[in-house]
């Protein structure tokens, strides 16, 4: 039972370093915090902290909101 606690542990890590690296590589140069796009291919640095702090939030495509009537006067 301990045997399989471990690989579901190692499995779920392997997991979430795959889903990093194709993440990282994915994302545009624009949207990349901190350290070069190459920085956060290190494995020291971790997937938990690309996905904290490695990227911006996608923009927002919401419009403008239109003045109000008071705000033109």
Request: hydrophobic share 45%; proline share 11%.
């Amino acid at each position: 039972m301990a045997d399989m606690l471990g690989y579901a542990i190692y499995l779920l890590v392997a997991t979430l370093y795959v889903y990093a690296l194709y993440d990282c590589v994915c994302t545009p140069d624009t949207r990349i915090r901190v350290l070069p796009k190459a920085g956060w291919l290190l494995p020291l640095v971790g997937a938990i902290a690309w996905q904290n702090l490695g990227k911006r939030p996608a923009p927002t495509a919401s419009p403008q909101p239109e003045p109000t009537a008071s705000a033109t006067r």
